[in-house]
């Protein structure tokens, strides 16, 4: 059972509630800006974009820009989730329904309940899709509390993750990562490291081995942080076995198979094992006229405008866009005020502005209790550090680090970027651009 969640109280969350409620039954088909997805790039792009115009002395009116999501919640790295219509200003508009088909040569979409909804832009930023049936016996083996079996990609079974792993006194435990495009590629070892830290602290090391089975062919992207990762690893007597994709899993038997790189298979035996699901473009973008042969929303990497000249009007960011960088929260605060200025300037001159979006992304990776390697990077895998020049090399692991993630950025997710006011390494300062 869900644990419950406190009711919302407070003007905010009448005005919220209460547009909500009449968002849902309002006649208005028409928008300026629609916004898919109420998530992370959903939020922050509502409120940038709204702030844009009225920074520029051309406002848009209340109810111009519209997000369109009918999850009832919004969550937070798994762990945090708030009710979703409490995160909405009184002038952005919530139409609590999802999008079934795009039709970007009339700009309009329409919904699941059969509602056509037209724009003059529409940015897409709906996520991804966790395939939890893409490795077989994984959502019986999550269902049985006595499985060993677990995972922290979800808020329904994250808090089974670290009961299972606390639990844990002597046996294999073993750690999964997918081939492919995964959301936070850093969370599978990170949730290793800390079980790693919580056996050696706990006087179990010696009787429990971990190995990490990783369908990707190194520990991290960028070889310098994955060098250190590796080494790491090494150095604390963890096992890892590369391109071993986890493909079956018999619970009943604590056996789990794993496909190799020549596609022959390997079986091995756990006692406990966290996995992470593979991921992929949610079906009703990979159905669509604006997907690109993979899936995801095609958009110029550096403008996140749609490639084709016909889609002009669309634009797209974070985990649902073709950008071929990391898909992390990171990303979003970057990617953000990069098409902000664009799809302002577009809407305002008709052309595209001179800002550009260089892959900027980081990766807040937990090494244990106390301790983080704050890996940064942008397009080609190439390190973009924000604190060497002051604190040196950030393969460094520091309690610092720790310390950003644990306090400073829930802090500024939740106070400053679902409003659209943090701007990815700038803070709370909005780039300026050419």
């Keep these: 059972m869900l644990p419950a969640f406190p009711r919302v109280t407070g003007p905010r969350a009448r005005q919220t509630l209460s547009l909500a409620r009449f968002a849902s039954t309002s006649t208005k088909e028409k928008f300026r800006v629609v916004v898919v997805g109420g998530g992370s790039g959903g939020l922050t792009i509502a409120n940038q974009i709204y702030d844009r115009f009225k920074a520029a002395g051309k ?29 909405l200003p009184p002038h952005i508009t919530h139409i609590a329904e999802n999008v079934k088909s795009f039709y970007p040569e009339s700009s309009s979409v329409t919904t699941t309940s059969g509602r056509t909804i037209s724009y003059d832009s529409l940015v897409v930023a709906a996520g991804l899709k966790i395939n939890w049936d893409g490795i077989a016996g994984l959502p019986q083996a999550l269902a049985d509390p006595s499985s060993g079996v677990s995972s922290i990609y979800s808020y329904n079974t994250c808090d089974k993750a670290w009961r299972d792993i606390d639990a844990l006194k002597s046996g294999n435990a073993i750690f999964t990562q997918p081939a492919g495009i995964i959301k936070c590629p850093g969370a599978p070892q990170k949730i290793m490291w800390m079980a790693y830290d919580r056996y050696q602290k706990s006087g179990r090391g010696n009787n429990i081995k971990i190995d990490f089975m990783n369908g990707m062919p190194s520990m991290f992207s960028v070889k310098k942080y994955s060098d250190a990762l590796n080494a790491l690893r090494i150095e604390r007597g963890i096992g890892a ?128 209790y106390g301790e983080l390697m704050l890996t940064e990077f942008k397009y080609g895998f190439v390190p973009k550090e924000s604190f060497s020049k002051y604190l040196g090399d950030q393969v460094k692991r520091r309690r610092l680090f720790y310390h950003f993630k644990k306090d400073l950025f829930p802090w500024a997710y939740w106070s400053r970027m679902v409003d659209g006011k943090w701007f990815g390494p700038s803070g709370p300062f909005r780039p300026k651009f050419a």
Excluded at 267 to 295: C, N, Q, Y
């Design 241 to 368: 076995e590369f391109q071993h994709n986890l493909i079956s899993i018999d619970a009943a038997n604590r056996k789990a198979t794993f496909k190799k790189q020549d596609g022959s298979t390997v079986d091995r035996d756990f006692t406990l094992m966290h996995v992470t699901p593979p991921m992929g473009p949610l079906d009703f973008i990979k159905e669509s006229p604006i997907a690109d042969p993979a899936g995801w929303v095609e958009v110029d990497q550096e403008t996140l405008r749609h490639v084709k000249p016909e889609f002009g009007n669309i634009f797209a960011l974070g985990d649902c866009s073709s950008l071929p960088t990391s898909k992390t929260i990171a990303a979003i605060t970057s990617q953000a005020p990069i098409l902000t200025e664009n799809l302002f300037s577009v809407m305002d001159t008709g052309k595209l502005s001179g800002a550009k979006y260089d892959g900027y992304t980081s990766c807040p990776l937990l090494t244990g």
């Design 59 to 87: 406002p848009l009116n209340a109810g111009d820009v519209v997000v369109l999501d009918a999850a009832d919640y919004h969550y937070y790295q798994t762990d945090f989730r708030r009710p979703l219509p409490s995160l």
